[in-house]
């Protein structure tokens, strides 16, 4: 079963709306059915709400399922109820952002593509914070949150069940100087040793790539289990994008096989970046 709470609510919804596929009804219909608004059916298909283990258990008593599926979403729904370890730090995790981390969380694999930053998984926390405080408009002690939560991020890619990660970030996020020279040094000295995880691979798409896929800063998740589809996700300042469905997630997926043929291979995007950190002490 998923870990996070996030990822079990997702798990749900999904199951939910199959069981009302499988009997061709619609939201209204099953709604009218059970004395309930058809936009509450909705609300438990999407996960745009919380979901009670009593509804839960009237939809799977108006289903037919067997006992087991619905103690099993029973038990989805109770422990989607529980807190995420990053939903301690309040306001220093925004809503939209702290769905994503529930998911990150479960992730088998990760491919994100950053045009502009260095991929937060691999921040240091000095780079971390100068991105956060720069432009921000979060209060002082929101942005010491926000920073924590980064770095607590990172540790999954130690753990045992790492996801397998693919980076691919722009040339321009390895010379961009964020802060001061030695502060940017420092941060691609920590790519160089976070890039040696046996679960990471990342490379640089470099200025003469010629035309490349132009979808701007994107990550796509995947999950171990089958019955949890890819997901896209796009962030913003104040927002976020989540994109589902085979057609997003095939044409994303073209886009970063596109740009990893463009980029430099593993190999010579950690020279490159050695490179630069030659240059930066020169």
Not at 56 to 70: H, K, M, N, Q, S
Request: glycine residues 6%; negative net charge.
């Amino acid at each position: 079963m998923a870990g996070s709470p996030t990822a079990r609510r997702r798990r749900l919804s999904i199951e939910l709306k199959k069981l009302r596929e499988k009997n061709a009804l619609t939201c209204a219909q099953v709604g009218a059915a059970l004395d309930w608004s058809g936009s509450k059916v909705n609300r438990m298909e999407t996960g745009s709400g919380r979901v009670q283990p009593s509804d839960v258990d009237a939809l799977c008593r108006f289903y037919g399922t067997t006992d087991e599926l619905r103690e099993f979403l029973k038990s989805l729904a109770r422990q989607a109820k529980t807190r995420g370890w990053w939903q301690v730090h309040g306001s220093g995790v925004p809503e939209w952002f702290s769905i994503y981390i529930g998911l990150e969380q479960d992730a088998s694999t990760l491919r994100q593509y950053q045009c502009e930053v260095l991929p937060g998984l691999l921040q240091t926390e000095s780079y971390a914070r100068e991105l956060h405080t720069c432009g921000s408009y979060l209060p002082p002690e929101d942005i010491d949150r926000a920073v924590r939560v980064r770095l607590e991020r990172q540790t999954m890619l130690d753990s045992p069940d790492a996801p397998d990660c693919w980076f691919i970030v722009s040339e321009g996020a390895v010379r961009r100087v964020i802060g001061d020279r030695e502060l940017m040094r420092a941060q691609l000295e920590h790519v160089l040793v976070a890039v040696e995880r046996p679960s990471v691979t990342f490379q640089v798409l470099p200025f003469d790539a010629g035309t490349c896929p132009t979808t701007g800063s994107f990550t796509m998740l995947g999950f171990p289990d089958p019955e949890d589809p890819d997901i896209v996700y796009r962030d913003g300042i104040t927002d976020a994008m989540y994109l589902e469905g085979e057609p997003h997630v095939r044409e994303y997926t073209r886009a970063f096989d596109e740009l990893r043929a463009s980029a430099l291979s593993p190999r010579r995007s950690v020279q490159l970046i050695r490179n630069v950190v030659k240059e930066s002490t020169q």
